[in-house]
């Protein structure tokens, strides 16, 4: 079956089973290898994407309930050599060591502060409490998406 994709800003049609998990959709058939595969339970973020600017779990998301709606991966954030905002925050607070949970982190970050630029602490811990790290980058991912939500109230940052 075709299924129609917005993936980045580009239009895809991809011929896969229904079912099939975005994440594989997006890994396997369109080589967009940023979202990790974790649990393949929608239970440690290492998967997510946005769709429709809101984190969703893409290990767990069948191809079909995301048809013709905007999905946007880790390498859909950046625009050229500029790095979104978060993206930015990350580097800048090193809120990263090996870096597996990084691109479900980052995007959770931005779904968070599409809502919300000003977060509060308990804010951030409840949004990003579904994205498992096990370096213990804890503190610096709160102060980096502080940064980020700051930096993108600033700029009036509204691209995605």
Wanted: aromatic share 2%.
């Amino acid at each position: 079956m075709s299924i129609p994709l917005v993936v980045n800003g580009r239009s895809y049609s991809l011929e896969v089973d229904p079912q099939t998990p975005l994440l594989t959709a997006l890994r396997e058939h369109l080589d967009l290898t940023g979202s990790k595969y974790g649990c393949g339970e929608g239970l440690c973020g290492a998967c997510t994407v946005l769709v429709e600017g809101k984190a969703q779990r893409s290990c767990v998301t069948p191809v079909s309930s995301v048809r013709g709606k905007k999905i946007t991966t880790i390498e859909g954030l950046a625009h050229g050599d500029d790095l979104h905002p978060v993206q930015q925050a990350f580097l800048d607070e090193g809120a990263m060591q090996c870096a597996f949970c990084t691109s479900g982190m980052i995007m959770s970050a931005v779904s968070l502060l599409n809502r919300n630029r000003e977060p509060s602490e308990k804010q951030i811990v409840d949004a990003m409490d579904g994205n498992v790290c096990r370096c213990g980058t804890h503190t610096r991912v709160i102060a980096a998406i502080q940064r980020a939500g700051r930096q993108m109230s600033e700029s009036k940052e509204t691209r995605r």
